[in-house]
C-alpha cells in the first residue's frame, strides 16, 4: 500500500505561479508511475499530467502542457507540479495518483492510491 500525502496548493492571483508537491510513503513506490489530476465542482476527476519513474519525460493534458510542468526527485520519493499563468478556471481540487503500473493513464482507473487533494484557488 502506498500513501501519498500533497500540499503545496493555496491561493494565488491571475498569472500567478505554484508548486504542488506529492511524496509517496510505502513500499515499492520505485516501481510506480505518478500523476496529478484535478476535479471541478460537480464533476470528475480530469487527468493533468503523469510522469514514470523511469523516464524524464511527462505527459500532460493538451490544455495546460505550456503551463504547467511535472518533474520527479526518485530519492525523496516525490513529484513536483509547477503550476504557472494561473487562470481563475484553475481553480480545482488537484489530486497526486499513483499506479504499479509502467504506462501512463489518462483514467482515475489506471491509478491505485490517491491522496487527499489540495486546493488551488485562482483570483482574478
Known amino acids: 500500500q502506498v500513501r501519498l500525502v500533497e500540499s503545496g496548493g493555496g491561493l494565488v492571483q491571475a498569472g500567478g505561479s505554484l508548486r504542488l508537491s506529492c511524496t509517496a510513503y510505502?513500499?515499492?513506490?520505485?516501481?510506480?508511475?505518478m500523476g496529478w489530476f484535478r476535479q471541478p465542482p460537480g464533476s470528475g476527476r480530469v487527468f493533468v499530467a503523469a510522469i514514470r519513474r523511469r523516464n524524464v519525460n511527462a505527459y500532460y493534458e493538451d490544455s495546460v502542457k505550456d503551463r504547467f510542468s511535472l518533474s520527479r526527485d526518485a530519492a525523496k520519493n516525490t513529484v513536483y507540479l509547477q503550476l504557472n499563468n494561473l487562470k481563475p478556471a484553475d481553480r480545482e481540487v488537484y489530486y497526486c495518483a499513483a499506479t504499479i503500473a509502467t504506462t501512463i493513464s489518462a483514467r482515475e482507473n489506471g491509478y491505485d492510491n490517491w491522496g487527499q487533494g489540495t486546493q488551488v484557488v485562482v483570483s482574478s
Open positions: 510505502g513500499r515499492n513506490f520505485s516501481s510506480n508511475t
